[in-house]
């Protein structure tokens, strides 16, 4: 999923899938580290995540968020 959406965001150019690590093109939402980098990437971000869906924020739901 992560190849596609970056392809996608990407305008169908492999090669910024190619160039960039899976950790910065999609960080992980529950490590700190990944919360810094994915507020630091710019929009549209993709940010992964294994967190059940009950520990997203209430907002999550309300806002633009693809999922």
């Known amino acids: 999923m ?3 959406l970056s392809l996608i965001r990407s305008d169908g150019d492999p090669q910024w899938c190619r160039s ?3 950790w910065d093109r999609a960080p992980w ?3 700190v580290l990944g919360l810094r980098r ?3 990437n710019p929009r549209p971000r993709l940010i ?3 967190l ?3 520990l ?3 907002a999550f739901f309300t806002s633009k968020a693809k999922v």
Do not use: M
Request: glycine share 4%.
């Open 56 to 58: 997203f924020p209430k």
């Open 38 to 40: 994915a507020r630091g």
């Open 48 to 50: 992964s995540s294994h």
């Open 29 to 31: 939402l529950e490590t």
């Open 2 to 4: 992560l190849e596609i």
């Open 20 to 22: 960039v690590p899976n």
């Open 52 to 54: 059940p869906v009950q």
